[in-house]
């Protein structure tokens, strides 16, 4: 497994931390990292509401990459609550596909750490609507 997997796992954890913000809103359950074109690590976690204005971990790393002035995503890592890895939700792929419209396929997903399973975002997003 190549090195990037662990460093990105690690980061990943280093911010998962489950907690009630409020009586309407929790954060960290799942976190993610991303990293980007230049090799740099970028982390989120989900933040969940009430009234579905909550954010996936994928997205949330994704806008950090995004306000940190990169937009090229190279491998995706997201831990859930049960601290195993797993695949993107569909806004979450929709995003990176709209975000990198010419390359998206190319992008490297970790399914399960564990086994050492990797895809594609082109294989797990094989025809995008547009």
């Known amino acids: 497994m190549d090195k990037i997997w662990t460093e990105m796992l690690n980061a990943a954890k280093s911010v998962q931390a489950p907690r ?3 009586d309407y809103v929790s954060a960290g359950e799942v976190s993610a990292a991303i990293e980007s ?3 740099r690590i970028y982390t989120g976690v989900c933040v969940d509401t009430c009234s579905t204005l909550g954010i996936c971990a994928e997205r949330n ?6 306000t940190n002035g990169e ?3 190279r491998r995706v ?3 859930m609550p049960d601290g195993r890895s797993g ?3 569909g806004a979450c ?3 990176m596909v709209q975000l990198m419209p010419k390359t998206y396929k190319t ?3 970790m399914l399960d750490y564990e086994q050492n399973k990797v895809t594609t975002l082109g294989d797990i997003t094989p025809e995008w609507w547009i």
Request: glycine share 4%.
């Open 20 to 22: 009630q913000v409020s």
């Open 37 to 39: 074109a230049s090799g």
């Open 61 to 66: 790393a994704i806008f950090n990459m995004l």
């Open 71 to 73: 937009n090229e995503i």
């Open 77 to 79: 890592l997201a831990i």
């Open 87 to 89: 695949a993107p939700c």
């Open 93 to 95: 792929r929709e995003l």
């Open 107 to 109: 992008v490297e997903i």
